[in-house]
């Protein structure tokens, strides 16, 4: 069942438990994911619904900081709930041990060692880990690792 399939029928049976936060979260994700198809004119595949999703999780990640500095724990609670939601369609996130484990590897493939080459080492590992580590935890593994 390809990740569209899925998010279809998590939609209708979130309708029939009456899951508001849910049916909005997937609401949203579907939404994208047809505007992309719209605007680019192909059908996605489930690596390019994993970068929507991958994506939507980043900007709630965002808003959270934003959210705490007004004070509204209301949104908040919102989208931490919707954080967790979104969650449920991405691949198991690796530890930060398993990601840096990688960060070194390619370092070592690609033959960086200052931070002049931090673009060629995202440019290879950023393939490798989509969907499955945050840009913001392997940006700051690779820097790390190349100060090092």
Do not use: C
Not at 12 to 23: F, I, P, S, T, V
Not at 45 to 69: M, N, P
Request: charged share 35%; net charge neutral.
């Amino acid at each position: 069942m390809s990740l569209k399939e899925l998010l279809a029928s998590d939609l209708k049976e979130a309708m029939k438990e009456k899951n508001q936060l849910r049916k909005n979260v997937i609401t949203m994700i579907r939404s994208d994911i047809k505007q992309t198809e719209v605007d680019s004119r192909v059908e996605l595949t489930d690596e390019d619904v994993i970068s929507i999703i991958s994506k939507q999780v980043k900007q709630r990640k965002d808003a959270l900081s934003d959210f705490s500095k007004g004070g509204r724990d209301d949104l908040v609670k919102q989208a931490e709930e919707e954080i967790k939601w979104l969650m449920t369609y991405l691949p198991e996130q690796l530890s930060e041990e398993e990601v840096s484990r990688i960060v070194l590897e390619t370092k070592n493939e690609v033959g960086a060692s200052t931070m002049k080459d931090m673009g060629m080492m995202m440019a290879a590992l950023m393939p490798k880990l989509k969907g499955k580590a945050e840009g913001k935890l392997v940006s700051d593994l690779v820097k790390k690792h190349l100060m090092s």
